[in-house]
């Protein structure tokens, strides 16, 4: 047993405790007491007049482009900083990619960052967070039509594993449907991608302007055909976004 004190503990943003008494077996929090029904149980670990709270949730990670931070533009729209950001990453060998990779992983887990879900990644990011006490979900994010998926890695302690669509303006209909079946059989978490999507006419597929007009800028593949990509129907509950007028 081991005993955490402090000046208050966060339950939730509108529940607070004074001078609480947070007790861990193990890894884990056996009870939560303040004032007067605070007992301690074992060592002490005197925090002042800090705040015990839980663990901060970092959902949405692309911890494989850590070290680009600080190289791309900010300040000249989104199609120069996407193409920048293309042109950089082809550039890091793993080593640099995984080391920065490391590097972001320790700056979470001293800023209170317990869980994190990881999105893309084109470099091994298990090999830096598999040290971590970081609980993570890996997404393997997947753009185009996504025919062939391959096996996901199989999960480990912290580490679990499932697939993404980009979004409905990056992958086809067919990919949005092929990804979410598999997370589906497979029992994973599906991250809902139409929550990102532009805009989607009365019968759930794409509005008259749901290809945004940077997508024909690109020398690639994915939007050199996007337009052709048939309505979305029967794929499921991600087509029913909140329709607005285009």
């Known amino acids: 047993m081991l005993t955490h004190r402090a000046a208050w503990a966060m339950m939730e943003p509108r529940h607070w405790i004074a001078s609480p008494a947070v007790t861990l077996e193990g890894n884990r929090i056996v009870s939560v007491a303040g004032?007067?029904?605070?007992r301690t149980q074992g060592p002490v670990v005197d925090h002042g007049p800090g705040v015990i709270l839980p663990i901060l949730v970092n959902a949405h990670t692309h911890l494989s482009l850590s070290a680009l931070r600080g190289r791309l533009p900010w300040d000249r729209g989104f199609v120069p900083w996407v193409q920048a950001l293309m042109k950089e990453r082809a550039?890091?060998?793993e080593a640099q990619a995984l080391g920065a990779c490391g590097k972001a992983v320790e700056?979470?887990?001293r800023r209170g960052v317990g869980a994190v879900g990881e999105f893309g990644p084109h470099v091994a990011v298990e090999k830096a967070l598999g040290p971590s006490p970081l609980a993570a979900r890996v997404w393997l994010e997947f753009f185009g039509d996504a025919r062939r998926l391959p096996p996901l890695p199989g999960d480990t302690q912290g580490i679990s594993w499932a697939y993404a669509a980009h979004a409905p303006h990056?992958?086809?209909?067919?990919?949005?449907c092929r990804i979410r079946e598999q997370d589906r059989r497979s029992g994973r978490p599906w991250p809902n991608p139409g929550k990102r999507s532009f805009s989607w006419n009365r019968e759930g597929g794409p509005g008259r302007n749901f290809w945004p007009p940077w997508a024909w800028t690109f020398q690639h593949g994915v939007f050199r055909w996007a337009h052709?990509?048939?309505t979305p129907t029967g794929c499921g509950s991600w087509i029913r976004t909140p329709w607005r007028s285009t």
């Open 107 to 109: 700056e979470m887990t």
């Open 35 to 38: 004032g007067s029904r605070a």
């Open 170 to 176: 990056t992958v086809s209909p067919g990919g949005l």
């Open 228 to 230: 052709q990509w048939p």
């Open 91 to 93: 550039a890091l060998s």
